[in-house]
């Protein structure tokens, strides 16, 4: 019987699927619901479609590894209603510190939420279920098979046994996060291109706005990337960095965290300490082969400077599941095929080309020198606040490093 104790949600996995999702993060969130919702639409009256969607852990399990900032109108454009347990508050505008501790700020009210993702997470695997989704938060997958006679084999383990156990879907739609290394030898992207360390603590003790995110630019700080401070409410703060991938071995990422707190924030209480990998170039690769999907960092879908991901692996989760409904009938790779170009054209028209964009400029905004960050926030901090656009702080940024802006015309002139 199906384990309805409310801190987990254990449905006993049966033999056969026609779609199985792996890992209950934002992509396989979204693409298990999406696929009960309109598969529900599509199936009418008839046989429904039965849907799997499998995770290691319980994917509210916290702290979850982000720091949870997303843009507003994006996120209630992608699900039916944000819940108001799943705000943990509004961001109102953004402050930029250059590397000698120059703040820049800038606000546009209402741009953002700080989110809750572990009641977020919660509440869409319960939205899924109630669709009929079968969730199992215990069912860690080891592998993959390839396509035989129209299924794919999924092997799984479970706490407590040696022998793993085995399904099969007649589609496959990996959101198992950066790297999870299956189908290594098909034709399909992978989530391990240009893979960085990112760490973060919750912290008490430092005075900030609330609605305001911080982020650090500089080599002192984290080279490469940024480092953080992203309120989660009056009290505690989720403070953290990320390393670019070529610096990762000059500043280890925890150890930039921890100088990044002590002379940041010093004094400040630390309640938990983790870290996390993003994957967040543009591979160019495959989204999909043989009825199986990637989507979410399992494909590399971060926003390359931002690392932004929560949205793209939604947003990504969401068509994967829409291409996976049309191809599910289809027996030849040959018809399916076009449904995979779709799927890889919407995610390129909603991100992918802006990301393959940005990827391009993204080594020369690493190397800019921290005297131009410096330079750049001297110059915007003598202007009033209104006047602190993001247009003018990133123009005013380009102004001061004429390398880049030469290496920006790529954004520009090329698609
Ligand atoms: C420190 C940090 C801060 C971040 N901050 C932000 C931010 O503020 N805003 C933003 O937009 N993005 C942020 N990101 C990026 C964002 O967290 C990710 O891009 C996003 O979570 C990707 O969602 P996903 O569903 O693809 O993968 P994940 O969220 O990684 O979910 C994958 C799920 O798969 C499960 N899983 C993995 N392997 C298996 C397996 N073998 N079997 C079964 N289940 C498996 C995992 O347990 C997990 O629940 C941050 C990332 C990090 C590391």
Redo the contacts with the bound molecule.
Sequence with gaps: MADTTPDTMLDPLEPEYDFLV?????????AALTLALEGAARTGAGKPYRIAL????D?WREP???????HRARLESLVREVEPAWVRGPVDGAIFVSPDGTPVQFGQKDTGY?ID?AVM?RRLAEQGRERGVHCN?R????GVSRLENGFRTVT?TVPGEETPRTTRARVVLD????G?G?AEDENIIQ?NFDVEP???ALVRGPKYPVNY?QMFFGRNYAPGGYA?L?PRDEHVA?V?L?VGRDYAHEAPARQALKTFLETTYPGSEILTF???????GYPDAPLAVDNLYK?????N???PL?????????T??KYAALAALETIRLDQERDRAPHYAAYKEKWDKAYGLGHRRIARIKKAFMEVPDATFDRAAHALAKLPPEKQTLGRILLTTLWQSPMLLWKMRSLFLSK
């Design positions: 792996i890992g209950a993060g934002p992509a396989g969130l979204m499998t995770d290691k852990r994917p979850v590894a982000c720091a949870e900032a997303v700080l993702r997470h938060f069912a860690r997958v080891t799984y959101c198992g996060g950066p999870t299956f989530g990112a760490v973060f995110i953080w992203f989720n953290g990320v983790q870290g996390g990998a993003i994957p967040c989507a979410g960092d399992a494909a879908m971060v926003h931002s690392r932004a991901g929560i949205l793209e692996a939604m990504g989760g």
